[in-house]
Structures are given as structure tokens and as C-alpha cells.
């Protein structure tokens, strides 16, 4: 059976221990998805250009 009250414990013991990411550890965050989501894009266009030619 699924244990809630040990779910729920644990659930609190993330939510003590987690922080907020400070200013610097944000913007990092966001350049880092942001230049993974291009990449992404890219290969994208690049595979249906090579597929388009083939």
C-alpha cells in the first residue's frame, strides 16, 4: 500500500531543506535552458533540411 503519512513527511523535509536560487543561480538557469532550447531548434531544422534533401 502506499505509505501518505511517510510521503508527507519526507514532502516536508524537501520543502525545509530547498531554497529559493538566488539572482546569479536564476539568470544562469535561464542562459543555460535557454541555450539548450536553441540547440534543440537547431538540430530540428538541421535533420528536417537533411531530410527534405534525401
Given amino acids: 500500500m502506499f505509505d501518505i503519512a511517510g510521503w508527507v513527511k519526507q514532502a516536508m523535509r524537501v520543502m525545509n531543506v530547498a531554497t ?3 539572482q546569479k543561480e536564476f539568470e ?10 536553441i540547440a534543440v ?3 530540428g531544422v538541421i535533420l528536417s ?3 527534405n534533401l534525401v
Fill in 28 to 37: 544562469r538557469i535561464i542562459k543555460v535552458t535557454g541555450i539548450g532550447m
Fill in 41 to 43: 531548434g537547431l538540430i
Fill in 20 to 22: 529559493r536560487p538566488r
Fill in 49 to 51: 533540411f537533411v531530410v
